[in-house]
């Protein structure tokens, strides 16, 4: 009966600091992100910025995985104590680091670039969100362009390309 009642206990816990917590506490899941906008990421959104809108995706994509680790990273004891950063902080801070940030920082970060571009609306940048996939809860970037869907996960290295 008592490991019955530690392993419930356990699973309580999990279900509430890794799965319903972060609905609260993280921007893009209940709480929407602000879209940042100052000299520095202007900056980077201008030399991002391609010939059209596929291009300025890939080019934001690929800056975000040189600059910016994700899931293989998430084991080390810095990157797993930097859950504790809470609230929709300025990006300020991390624009030209290389580090480990956590998929809802990378997507405001990626919305924030892709909007400072001028090729992209603030409603054009959709995150989705799952509460399964890993760990923790987890979301992406999704887009519709010139017929296709495309899939942006920086967190997971993902760039997936499919026809409507």
Known sequence: ?????????????????????????????????????????????NKLRGVDRFQTL???????????????????????????????????????????LWCHTQNRLFKSILVNTGMFGKNEVVIGQRLLVSFFVHQWLFFELEGKKIIVDPYYGLFRVESK
């Not at 392993?7 to 992100?33: D, E, Q, W």
């Not at 800056?63 to 080390?76: F, I, N, S």
């Not at 810095?78 to 859950?83: A, D, E």
């Open 1 to 45: 009966m008592g490991y019955t009642n530690l392993l419930l206990f356990a699973l309580a816990t999990y279900v509430i600091f890794c799965k319903a917590f972060p609905y609260f506490l993280y921007p893009n899941y209940l709480r929407k992100s602000k879209i940042e906008n100052y000299p520095e990421l202007k900056e980077v959104a």
């Open 58 to 100: 890939e080019n934001v994509y690929r800056y975000m995985q040189q600059r910016y680790t994700g899931y293989g990273h998430t084991l080390k004891i810095k990157n797993l104590l930097s859950v504790f950063k809470l609230g929709d902080f300025s990006t300020k801070e991390i624009l030209h680091k290389k580090q480990f």
